[in-house]
């Protein structure tokens, strides 16, 4: 397999981790070749997308198609995504075929085409998002325990205070300070009664389409015991130059927090400051990173900043 092919993001991701993900990376050809005679693998094909896992097209012994995902030993790949696989049994996410620990590897079911690859219209596929998470938020929740909705907050609150200072405070103070209150706020007001399973990075790259024709199932959990406002909050995030194309991202993202409130009965206000804190931490992360689109989200943040 020529690993030349390997998603950018996954090596800038690996490059980050200096030492470590050097060896990763260049452990990853012994690592398919020992995990393709255990599982009688074959048809390798690397795809596109991830950000930190290598996911590879594979056919199982029966032709069946499947995905091999390996996770660098940092990631988390068999902690809470294990467990949330396990316990939806493929209800909602792709079907957990088998697991390596030694690996850091899962083999899964092969879904079909990425939502965000379908050619449509940023409300269409929100509204596809939606859909696909009520299901997601009727599995149960596993055992073993998910971070929950508090420390997800408290979590996202200090990355954003440590990694602005890091970059040299590429933010407004405004912005930094209304993202303390946002955290603060959602830390505070986290109620296990009305916690569910969440996805926790919901975006339409991690919705892939049923090949039973079904709708959509989702890959790649982070997996939370949280408000379902959460996830929606990652859908909010999304799309930031359409926002800024409107002329007016504080009222087009009003618009269309509106719009997943109505989708989903939720509320609107618990939505708008999750997506508030996953806009300024994304851009952050992406900033650090220098992938994706974060001057456009920092231009939202700032835009949302003055509400």
């Known amino acids: 397999m020529d690993l030349s092919r390997l998603p950018e993001a996954v090596r800038r991701r690996a490059w980050a981790e200096g030492e470590r993900g050097r060896e990763w990376l260049a452990a990853l050809p012994q690592i398919l070749e020992r995990l ?50 396990e316990a939806a049994g493929g209800s909602g996410f792709a079907e957990l075929y088998a697991v390596d620990g030694a690996a850091h590897a899962l083999l899964l079911e092969r879904l079909g085409t990425r939502l965000d690859l379908l050619g449509w219209t940023p409300e269409a596929q929100m509204d596809a998002l939606c859909g696909a998470l009520m299901a997601v938020w009727r599995a149960p929740v596993p055992a073993g325990g998910l971070m929950d909705g508090e420390e997800k907050a408290r979590r996202l609150g200090q990355f954003i205070k440590e990694t602005a200072q890091v970059l040299g405070a590429p933010l407004s103070a405004p912005v930094l300070a209304r993202a303390r209150e946002y955290a603060a706020d959602r830390a505070k007001t986290h109620d296990p009664s009305r916690a569910v399973l969440a996805h926790g990075d919901a975006h339409a790259a991690n919705a892939l389409q049923a090949r039973d024709g079904g709708g959509f199932k989702f890959i790649d959990p982070d997996g939370l015991f949280i408000e379902p406002a959460y996830d929606l909050g990652v859908i909010m995030r999304e799309w930031p130059g359409v926002l800024l194309e409107e002329g007016d991202p504080l009222a087009a993202g009003r618009a269309r927090c509106a719009q997943l409130a109505a989708r989903t009965g939720v509320d609107a206000e618990a939505i708008w400051r999750w997506g508030y804190l996953e806009t300024v931490s994304t851009g952050l992360l992406c900033c650090k990173l220098d992938v994706f689109d974060w001057r456009e989200m920092f231009q939202v943040a700032e835009a949302w900043a003055v509400d």
């Open 36 to 85: 393709a005679s255990l599982w009688r693998l074959g048809g390798f094909e690397i795809l596109d997308g991830g950000s930190e896992a290598l996911a590879v097209a594979v056919a199982l012994p029966d032709a069946r198609p499947a995905v091999l995902k390996i996770a660098p030993p940092w990631a988390d790949l068999l902690g809470a995504e294990r467990r949330v696989l």
